[in-house]
């Protein structure tokens, strides 16, 4: 993700509205709030969406795959209309975070994947933004319009990559259980 940051900052920093780099008591005061709250703040969402909307909706069908691809649906779209955006694109990127770390839960079987990630992608995006608002109040717009176009799809593949990561790595540690 901080990879994907610095391209986003590279190619379209005012698409994020940083304004240049700044170290002031807010910056810090955002950092000091940001970095104990974000771990328990993404814990909660990957629990609720992921730990029991997504099993819930799926509850409905019998069949596996279907029961998957609609909790996969229903959790999804819920992730992305509570973040708030009015942007298609941004509202875009929620829906395949989601699916991402949806689908990292069936790989690995568990929560703790999809919760690291989530929480890595939210303290490396916010950390950089804080640093990056010139000394002022970060605020992320979601107005329509306000996402940078196509800027989010850097991001998007950072979601899918850290998605193959945890596959190929899934794929490995069983293929070594069975030897």
Same mark, same amino acid.
């Given at each position: 993700?901080?990879l994907a940051?610095?391209?986003?900052g590279?190619?379209?920093s005012?698409?994020?509205?940083?304004?240049?780099?700044g170290?002031t008591g807010t910056?810090?005061?955002? *950092?000091?709030v940001i970095v104990?709250?974000?771990p328990?703040q993404?814990?909660?969402?990957?629990?609720?969406f992921?730990g029991?909307?997504l099993p819930a909706a799926g509850?409905?069908f019998?069949?596996?795959?279907p029961?998957f691809?609609?909790?996969?649906v229903?959790?999804?779209?819920?992730?992305?209309f509570?973040?708030?955006?009015s942007?298609p694109?941004?509202?875009?990127?929620?829906?395949?975070?989601?699916?991402?770390?949806?689908?990292?839960g069936?790989?690995?079987?568990? *929560?703790?994947a999809a919760i690291?990630?989530?929480?890595?992608?939210?303290?490396v995006t916010?950390t950089?933004?804080a640093?990056?608002a010139?000394?002022?109040a970060v605020?992320?717009e979601?107005?329509?319009?306000s996402a940078?176009?196509?800027?989010?799809l850097v991001?998007?593949?950072a979601?899918?990559a850290?998605?193959?990561?945890?596959?190929?790595?899934e794929r490995?540690?069983?293929?070594?259980?069975?030897?």
């Amino acid at each position: 993700m901080g990879l994907a940051m610095a391209v986003v900052g590279l190619t379209a920093s005012e698409a994020v509205g940083w304004t240049g780099f700044g170290l002031t008591g807010t910056t810090v005061g955002i *950092l000091v709030v940001i970095v104990p709250s974000t771990p328990i703040q993404t814990t909660g969402e990957e629990i609720m969406f992921r730990g029991a909307v997504l099993p819930a909706a799926g509850s409905w069908f019998r069949s596996v795959k279907p029961a998957f691809i609609t909790g996969l649906v229903v959790s999804s779209l819920m992730f992305a209309f509570l973040h708030g955006s009015s942007d298609p694109i941004l509202f875009a990127y929620y829906i395949v975070f989601s699916v991402c770390t949806a689908v990292m839960g069936l790989i690995t079987r568990g *929560l703790e994947a999809a919760i690291a990630f989530h929480t890595a992608n939210n303290l490396v995006t916010t950390t950089i933004n804080a640093l990056f608002a010139g000394g002022g109040a970060v605020a992320v717009e979601r107005s329509e319009g306000s996402a940078g176009g196509l800027t989010l799809l850097v991001p998007a593949a950072a979601s899918l990559a850290a998605l193959a990561m945890v596959w190929f790595r899934e794929r490995a540690r069983r293929t070594v259980e069975r030897v």
